[in-house]
């Protein structure tokens, strides 16, 4: 035996006949028996694992499948009563026996001549209806922005013809409103499929208002799914184009009601504007829009995912081909039974002599909010404004809007997302989620490091802090002190602002609507701090309007060569805005609150303006 064998050799010298000593086999099968337990176990904890995330997996698709199926059967049923609705209307068409050149030529007159023909009788209700369904139903066909024709329509207008005196200011206009605005009978969707066939048992105080006025609601539009994007996609209804280049969108929200109006097939609609739902959409198809002071027009009976946050106000108000669209309703709106209906709107008339002063104004304006760097096309917009205004007599002086760059992600982004989207996440996980929104329902659904950690990451690769910042900004606010800080921070900044107007002794600024002109579709999310123009009124809760003034021209375009190519937003942009010749650009005009008179004022000693130098 040598000498190994001998240092493994047991005590008492046994071997177990392979020359190997005992202890040696023993502590072998010792370990071994380990190894083998600890693999198995490992295997039973491994096999716990998979079948664990295998179930949620599982479970998660069935919910997924579930949902998708108890949606998709509301929606196919909405699509049949919206499908009825149409030929109900479409048989109607048929009997009157209206050609599409008669509706073309009754479409084509402006705001205040249709509305002087059907006080003077000139034209009848019915026949105004008509025109504007047969406009709607070719224009939806093309850009899918009508949700529902409203059948009621025609009863409305006949009972409106056969009065001995005219109805009122607005009699027989007929009158496009967004999904959202709640319909007696019907459901506001907001474009989520589980809140269809939630019927709502009375008419939003507007349509009340607007139908007291002598207005006829004949169709509904299309929206965004949550109304929180600049584009308008949803599951129920899907897409709504562009009425110019149909690869754009035609902004959002209120994206249906300014692709009708900009294809003429609307003379009034009603959008609604948080963040500048009624101004972008009006920007992107060339149409006017009045976002009021939040409790100028009542916001009672219209949907939202926003309702509870009242720190940022939701608010609802025009839109229309011609700039005396927006003044006739908005100031017809203003009546006694809309105070009745909803006293929480401050009960203000409109202010003829705000409106008809004609004392020169001292107006601000930028072409860059310091945020996001507007496109030639939205400067040179606002310069003409600018130059229009000063042969007007006005003075103009440059303004430079304070705490932009911080009131974006920490008043705007924070405020609105202040429950980490939990309210928004809450009824997207319970429906189908358009892809638009994939990405920001990630960012409500992960837990706040990982959505902290996220934003590090995307803000390096993107080369963007300020799309790091806005990426982190819902995670700040998390207890009832956080909400009131942020209520004294939105105050502060109020008060920050009004100081730095004051101190200039502004009466209005006029500035761009959106750093760009209308967008592709489904890219809005990629340039989010685009719009960042239309946000900040919405913080500070001021009036203001948005109106075409000129089109991109292909020098706007060539000039595109000059524009900050360092984010990933900038490089989109870029991108984006090729090929865009010849789209509308509108500016936007912005009052103190309560100011809409002024607001107004300006619009329309502007636009005036630019249609003498147009026709001359
Ligand atoms: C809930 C916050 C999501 C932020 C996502 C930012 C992405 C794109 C910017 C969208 C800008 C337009 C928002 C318009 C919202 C609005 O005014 N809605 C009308 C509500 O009545």
Known sequence: MGARSYLFQPRDGRTDGHDKPIVSLVKHRFVFRTQMKMTGNSRKILAFGAGAILTIIFVKRVKKWYIEYQVGKKIQRKIQHCEAARAEVEEVLRECGMTLNQAKTIVALPFMELQRQLQNGSLYAVQVLHAYQIMALEATDRLNCVTECL????????SLDRLDKKGGPLHGIPVSLKESFELAGNDSSCGLGHWLENYKSQDAVIIQVLKDLGAVPFVRTNLPETLMLGETNNPIFGRTLHPVDPRRTPGGSSGGEAALIGAGASVLGFGSDIGGSIRIPSHFCGCYGLKTTGERMSRKGTASLS?????????????????????????????????????????????????????????????????????????????????????????????????????????YMKTIQGDHGKQFLLQLQKDIVIPELA?????????????????????????????????????????????????LQLQEFKDKFLAAWREQKLDAVICPVVATVALPNSETVNVPSAFSYTMLYNILNYSAGSMPVTRVTSDDVCNMAKYPNKTSENKCVIKYMQGTEGLPVNVQVVGLPYQEELVLRVMSELDKSLKAEQES
């Open 151 to 158: 059948p009621d329509a025609e009863a409305i207008a006949q």
């Open 439 to 487: 990405r920001i329902k990630l960012c409500w659904s992960i837990p706040g490091w990982m959505l902290w950690l996220l934003s590090w990451i995307v803000q390096a690769v993107a080369k963007d802090p300020q799309l790091g910042r806005a990426l982190r900004a819902p995670l700040q606010l998390r207890s009832i002190y956080g909400w009131f800080q942020q209520a």
């Open 307 to 411: 309702k509870g946050q009242t720190l940022v106000s939701g608010t609802v108000g025009p839109m229309s081909r011609d700039f005396d669209g927006i003044l006739e309703s908005f100031k017809h709106c203003l009546s006694d039974l809309h105070f009745a209906l909803d006293p929480q709107v401050a009960p203000l008339k409109f202010n003829d002599s705000m409106f008809n002063s004609k004392k020169p104004l001292r107006i601000g304006f930028y072409a860059y909010d310091g945020y996001s760097r507007a496109v030639p096309a939205c400067e040179r917009a606002v310069l003409i404004a600018k130059d229009t205004l000063e042969q007007q007599g006005h003075t103009l002086v440059a303004f430079t809007p304070p705490g932009v760059i911080d009131a974006i992600p920490d008043l």
